[in-house]
């Protein structure tokens, strides 16, 4: 079979970490793509060009740059017909490959560089940003030198709803343990033995990272280590210690570099080093969590997991290297249910957001990077990714291979059919009182390990969904025993407790 000159192509990858956290030393977040770009070129056994198509770069937090992508290919000494940014998400990375080989495959680009990466951890310890020697957005420019705007070439979709803003229920170290709590009413499982099976998950976890170079965190823990509570390990949000947390203080980069195969053979990229993406598939559940059905049930994951495989004309046993998003594990059991997969199933090529380390928006384009090396050292496997943004709100996955897809890469969106589905009406203000039934919770405890919030989601008589979000250590520490999913409770208004 000919290939296809329009297929699009994966050739290089590329890494990079940064401990230094010394101000004078310390990378910048640009200076650590530019590294992992470098290393990508290399890993593709090519010199990197002077002109690309594009240069897109996932959306930081650690460092404010006039254009990350235009910074990005300067450092490089690239220069692109467009510089890019995405929205925030962690889905991001596995749809800019998306969004990047539908191009490539419709002839609209042929060489595209894509990358991400943070310095949280110099930022954490550098609590003075002036003391950084860092790039000043602000500085001015001349006319000849002005920086080009960047371009948004993803669509964004905003997370929360007016009422979830004004009870402050905004953050993932909230949301994901409510999400734990419902997956174990679900199974109907106790306390401890739910506990034990997530700690036994992020146990697998860590001994993945702990053979990952480019992990940052490389220690093996046993179940007990990720279970016992300690200064080191404080509960966060029930039932979630800190270890289960995704370890977003990391700096890291990574970067991949796509073209078409046309482009590929021109550049004299070894055939030995090209990775396909088979297909792909962008969605996302119900875009409030107020009106999802279920914190148990993610049909958004079953659904763009499903067409993703069947575009590629496979099964997910069928699979040999996967990695589920992995920021909470509530987020990966979501994940694995969804697709059909049991949990004791090695679920993450790197370690996952809490060992390998979560920079944000860009832990997926290390799962890719690493499924690129699997995949290489494997070449007969398939690879899955499934990347997570919001509170298991937006979706992307990635199907990829050694080999050709047979009918070129393909893409598509199950939303139609998701938006459909059923949801919930949230109750607001006063409307939302009277009796209520915990559906999901979580306990939110203070930097010194003790109680301090209820945060749960409760259906009222008629199945609408209400909030309640109390910042008082009495009820926080009523909660925090025994299986609290199913108690009834009433309401006073919407986020406050008459009784509980």
Same mark, same amino acid.
């Given at each position: 079979?000919?290939?296809?000159?329009?297929?699009?192509?994966?050739?290089?990858?590329?890494?990079?970490?940064?401990?230094?956290?010394?101000?004078?030393?310390?990378?910048?977040?640009?200076?650590?793509?530019?590294?992992?770009?470098?290393?990508?070129?290399?890993?593709?056994?090519?010199?990197?060009?002077?002109?690309?198509?594009?240069?897109?770069?996932?959306?930081?937090? =650690?460092?404010?740059?006039?254009?990350?992508?235009?910074?990005?290919?300067?450092?490089?000494?690239?220069?692109?017909?467009?510089?890019?940014?995405?929205?925030?998400?962690?889905?991001?990375?596995?749809?800019?490959?998306?969004?990047?080989?539908?191009?490539?495959?419709?002839?609209?680009?042929?060489?595209?560089?894509?990358?991400?990466?943070?310095?949280?951890?110099?930022? =954490?310890?550098?609590?003075?940003? =002036?003391?950084?020697?860092?790039?000043?957005?602000?500085?001015?420019?001349?006319?000849?030198?002005?920086?080009?705007?960047?371009?948004?070439?993803?669509?964004?979709?905003?997370?929360?709803?007016?009422?979830?803003?004004?009870?402050?229920?905004?953050?993932?170290?909230?949301?994901?343990?409510?999400?734990?709590?419902?997956?174990?009413?679900?199974?109907?499982?106790?306390?401890?033995?739910?506990?034990?099976?997530?700690?036994?998950?992020?146990?697998?976890?860590?001994?993945?990272?702990?053979?990952?170079?480019?992990?940052?965190?490389?220690?093996?823990?046993?179940?007990?280590?990720?279970?016992?509570?300690?200064?080191?390990?404080?509960?966060?949000?029930?039932?979630?210690?800190?270890?289960?947390?995704?370890?977003?203080?990391?700096?890291?980069?990574?970067?991949?570099?796509?073209?078409?195969?046309?482009?590929?053979?021109?550049?004299?990229?070894?055939?030995?080093?090209?990775?396909?993406?088979?297909? %792909?598939?962008?969605?996302?559940?119900?875009?409030?969590?107020?009106?999802?059905?279920?914190?148990?049930?993610?049909?958004?994951?079953?659904?763009?997991?499903?067409?993703?495989?069947?575009?590629?004309?496979?099964?997910?046993?069928?699979?040999?290297?996967?990695?589920?998003?992995?920021?909470?594990?509530?987020?990966?059991?979501?994940?694995?249910?969804?697709? %059909?997969?049991?949990?004791?199933?090695?679920?993450?090529?790197?370690?996952?957001? =809490?060992?390998?380390?979560?920079?944000?928006?860009?832990?997926?384009?290390?799962?890719?990077?690493?499924?690129?090396?699997?995949?290489?050292?494997?070449?007969?496997?398939?690879?899955?990714?499934?990347?997570?943004?919001?509170?298991?709100?937006?979706?992307?996955?990635?199907?990829?291979?050694?080999?050709?897809?047979?009918?070129?890469?393909?893409?598509?969106?199950?939303?139609?059919?998701?938006?459909?589905?059923?949801?919930?009406?949230?109750?607001?203000?006063?409307?939302?009182?009277?009796?209520?039934?915990?559906?999901?919770?979580?306990?939110?405890?203070?930097?010194?390990?003790?109680?301090?919030?209820?945060?749960?989601?409760?259906?009222?008589?008629?199945?609408?969904?209400?909030?309640?979000?109390?910042?008082?250590?009495?009820?926080?520490?009523?909660?925090?025993?025994?299986?609290?999913?199913?108690?009834?409770?009433?309401?006073?208004?919407?986020?406050?407790?008459?009784?509980?």
């Amino acid at each position: 079979m000919s290939l296809d000159p329009r297929t699009p192509v994966l050739i290089g990858a590329g890494q990079a970490l940064d401990r230094d956290t010394q101000p004078a030393t310390a990378k910048h977040p640009v200076a650590l793509m530019a590294e992992a770009v470098t290393a990508a070129f290399s890993d593709a056994a090519i010199a990197a060009p002077t002109q690309v198509d594009s240069v897109r770069v996932v959306r930081l937090l =650690s460092w404010k740059y006039t254009n990350t992508a235009h910074a990005l290919a300067s450092a490089c000494g690239i220069t692109a017909k467009q510089y890019g940014t995405t929205p925030h998400g962690g889905n991001m990375p596995q749809s800019l490959v998306n969004l990047t080989a539908r191009q490539i495959a419709a002839g609209e680009v042929e060489l595209v560089v894509l990358a991400g990466g943070e310095c949280a951890r110099t930022r =954490s310890v550098v609590k003075d940003a =002036s003391a950084l020697p860092w790039p000043d957005p602000n500085t001015k420019t001349t006319d000849t030198e002005r920086v080009p705007a960047a371009e948004n070439i993803v669509e964004d979709l905003a997370l929360l709803n007016d009422e979830e803003q004004r009870l402050g229920i905004m953050l993932p170290v909230q949301h994901y343990p409510m999400f734990e709590s419902a997956l174990r009413a679900a199974a109907g499982r106790s306390v401890a033995s739910h506990e034990r099976r997530i700690a036994e998950l992020w146990s697998r976890f860590s001994a993945v990272a702990a053979s990952n170079p480019y992990a940052w965190l490389q220690t093996p823990l046993s179940a007990d280590q990720v279970l016992t509570v300690s200064p080191d390990n404080r509960m966060i949000g029930l039932p979630y210690r800190k270890v289960m947390n995704s370890n977003n203080q990391v700096n890291l980069a990574a970067a991949v570099v796509m073209c078409s195969a046309e482009r590929a053979m021109a550049l004299g990229v070894p055939r030995d080093r090209w990775v396909f993406p088979w297909a %792909g598939a962008d969605c996302h559940e119900h875009q409030f969590v107020s009106n999802r059905w279920s914190f148990a049930e993610t049909p958004a994951i079953r659904l763009g997991g499903q067409r993703a495989l069947q575009l590629a004309g496979l099964g997910i046993d069928d699979i040999a290297q996967i990695d589920l998003y992995s920021c909470f594990p509530s987020a990966v059991q979501l994940g694995a249910a969804s697709l %059909g997969l049991d949990l004791t199933r090695q679920l993450t090529l790197t370690g996952g957001l =809490s060992f390998a380390g979560g920079p944000w928006n860009n832990y997926v384009m290390h799962a890719i990077a690493t499924a690129m090396m699997r995949l290489r050292e494997s070449p007969d496997d398939h690879a899955f990714i499934w990347a997570n943004g919001g509170y298991a709100t937006k979706h992307a996955f990635g199907v990829y291979a050694t080999t050709p897809p047979p009918n070129g890469f393909l893409h598509e969106s199950p939303q139609a059919a998701i938006d459909a589905l059923p949801a919930r009406q949230l109750a607001t203000g006063d409307d939302a009182r009277g009796a209520a039934t915990i559906e999901a919770y979580t306990v939110m405890h203070d930097r010194g390990g003790e109680p301090e919030r209820l945060i749960a989601a409760t259906l009222l008589a008629d199945g609408r969904r209400a909030w309640v979000n109390v910042a008082d250590a009495t009820v926080a520490r009523d909660f925090v025993t025994d299986e609290q999913v199913g108690r009834r409770v009433v309401l006073r208004r919407s986020g406050e407790l008459e009784s509980a």
